[in-house]
């Protein structure tokens, strides 16, 4: 059963992880290597930092990968969706930031009606010149899960020529593409829940592996950065040129590495 850990007095530092192909690699069973959450207890207690996880699975998909991995602990705070912010409460109840996540979902929909025609001539190329599919779900914004990378490449080239609105952006993760408010994503979900403990970016260490992790990899997000060796090349290139850590290994094993790098054990 997944427990809530003892804070300590006062945080001091934040992590904040990616899940897929970072913390868990899909084409490996999904346990998390032992010594990583050992790593993570150490740093957590040794230097007083929270930790957090920023995913573009919904909380019940993230929930689900907390328990087909076998995490021991819950993370001290969530970002969902690429957007969303939640914080462990009692009885394994995830709590949300409220007037964070009311006003994302108001922008959302207010961007959303402004950018129609936009997003509708995309729509119209990605169904009629490509195999890709259109996704709108109720409660989400609206996606593209194309049938390949080159594909994707494709999409998003078009995406960029057409797509005028300051606001709009989007999230990408190999085939999968979310359209977005350009305010709420993985890197301003994890500054603003580190806002919580009054902590800014010279204190906070991210780690992650594909296009939608690069936000939160920004200077303004975190001080340190950090990759396993499975991360695309691209954001490799990103992290080593910002003076981050490449670690040699992937997964959890990885990011355990570049815990490692920049704290002391």
């Known amino acids: 059963m997944l427990r809530i850990l003892p804070e300590p007095p006062v945080w001091k530092a934040v992590l904040g992880f990616d899940f897929d192909d970072t913390l868990v690699l899909k084409s490996k069973p999904s346990e998390v290597d032992p010594r990583f959450f050992e790593c993570l207890n150490w740093v957590r207690a040794a230097y007083g930092a929270a930790w957090g996880i920023a995913t573009g699975r919904s909380l019940f998909q993230l929930i689900e990968g907390l328990n ?21 409460g ?14 994302c979902e108001k922008d959302h929909r ?19 010149e490509t195999g890709g599919r259109w996704v709108s779900v109720e409660g989400d914004a609206a996606g593209i ?42 890197g301003t979900g994890l500054r603003e829940a580190a806002e919580r403990w009054g902590i800014g970016p010279d204190q906070i260490l991210a780690v992650g592996d594909n296009y939608n992790d690069l936000s939160m990899l920004l200077p303004e997000v975190c001080e340190a950065c950090g990759c396993p ?18 670690a040699t290994h992937a997964g959890s094993v990885g990011v355990m590495e570049v815990m490692k790098h920049y704290f002391d054990q």
């Not at 076998?70 to 462990?88: A, G, Q, S």
């Not at 109840?93 to 964070?100: A, G, K, N, T």
């Not at 060796?229 to 490449?246: I, M, Q, S």
Request: hydrophobic share 35%.
């Open 68 to 88: 087909e991995a076998k995490f021991p602990c819950l993370p001290d705070f969530v970002v969902t969706r690429e957007r969303e912010i939640y914080f462990p």
């Open 90 to 103: 009692q009885f394994g109840r995830w709590v949300p930031h409220e007037e964070w996540n009311r006003r």
């Open 110 to 128: 207010r961007l959303f009606r402004r950018c129609r025609r936009m997003l509708t001539r995309i729509r119209e190329f990605v169904e009629q």
């Open 145 to 186: 899960v194309a049938t390949s990378n080159q594909e994707m490449d494709e999409i998003q080239h078009f995406i960029e020529r057409v797509a005028n609105h300051s606001k709009l952006t989007y999230e990408r993760n190999s085939v999968y593409l979310r359209f977005s408010h350009v305010n709420y994503r993985k």
């Open 229 to 246: 060796a499975n991360a695309l090349p691209e954001v490799r290139d990103y992290v080593a040129a910002r003076g981050g850590k490449v």
